[in-house]
């Protein structure tokens, strides 16, 4: 009987230690599965994106799609809109635009891993980055190509307007996420998968001096600790962008 009891004791226990075994190796499995699927996934920091923006991966591009309606009140929602609101801002020059805000549809595909471009393009008129909030990113010249001094007239208390068919877009700092997130968040991405962060970096207020050509430099940030090259919002011209995209530009469609 001894005998018998120590047999079904070791039986038992190498059938405990092969259920071990075997949780050890589908704990194994799950992490390598993980990790595949976290080099498909996307990148932790899409998570700053709210306001209804949707965010997924296809290949090596991050996929954006946003109606582009803007997460603060503005003149140029219509006055029966709940979200309307007159214009208080700071410039006394301010005139409202005939335009009106509209929903889009956009989608903006932009690299999963950016790189230096071997030969830098312009960036359009229209569409050049997404902000944070869904909002679109326009660069510094207005529809006729040149620069906003007139236009910046018809900016809201935020710093955004619509354009003719109501794409709501800013030019210039989002004054609504600077002060919401900080002067030293981020604020989107451009067309080439670069971010952009507001005018603040470690305590300083960045001026166009700091920055290159395009509107940016490598350093690390909040979100990239170990360095990233990133534009960043200036008060003066070019504000966002310089002489074009520093990658080379994913695509939107509208």
């Not at 209804?52 to 140029?76: A, C, M, Q």
């Not at 301010?94 to 889009?104: E, Y």
């Not at 903006?108 to 679109?136: C, D, E, Q, W």
């Not at 529809?143 to 955004?160: H, K």
Request: charged fraction near 10%.
């Amino acid at each position: 009987p001894f005998m018998s009891r120590l047999a079904n004791l070791l039986f038992m226990a190498a059938v405990s230690g092969s259920g071990s075994a075997t949780a050890c190796s589908s704990g194994a499995t799950t992490a390598a599965t993980t990790t595949g699927n976290a080099a498909d996934s996307v990148p932790a920091v899409f998570q700053a994106f709210d306001n209804g923006v949707e965010v997924s991966r296809d290949g090596n591009y991050v996929v954006l799609h946003t109606i582009d309606v803007p997460d603060h009140k503005s003149p140029y929602f219509p006055t029966t809109d709940a979200r309307y609101a007159p214009y208080d801002g700071s410039n006394p020059n301010f005139v409202l635009n005939p335009n009106r805000i509209t929903a889009q549809q956009m989608t903006f595909r932009i690299p999963v891993a950016p790189a230096v471009a071997a030969s830098h393009s312009a960036t359009p008129l229209g569409p050049i980055g997404i902000a944070v909030n869904g909002v679109v990113l326009f660069n510094q010249y207005n529809a006729g190509s040149q620069p906003l001094t007139v236009e910046i007239n018809g900016f809201d208390q935020y710093n955004g307007h619509p354009q003719q068919t109501g794409v709501y877009h800013y030019h210039v700092e989002p004054t609504w996420l600077t002060s919401t997130r900080g002067a030293d968040a981020l604020i989107g991405f451009l067309l080439d998968g670069f971010p952009v962060y507001g005018p603040m970096e470690n305590g300083k207020t960045i001026t166009n001096a700091d920055l290159d050509a395009y509107h940016g430099h490598i350093s690390a940030t909040k979100d990239y600790p170990g360095g990233i090259y990133h534009y960043h919002i200036t008060s003066a011209d070019p504000y966002i962008n310089g002489s074009g995209f520093y990658g080379t530009p994913g695509t939107v469609a509208q």
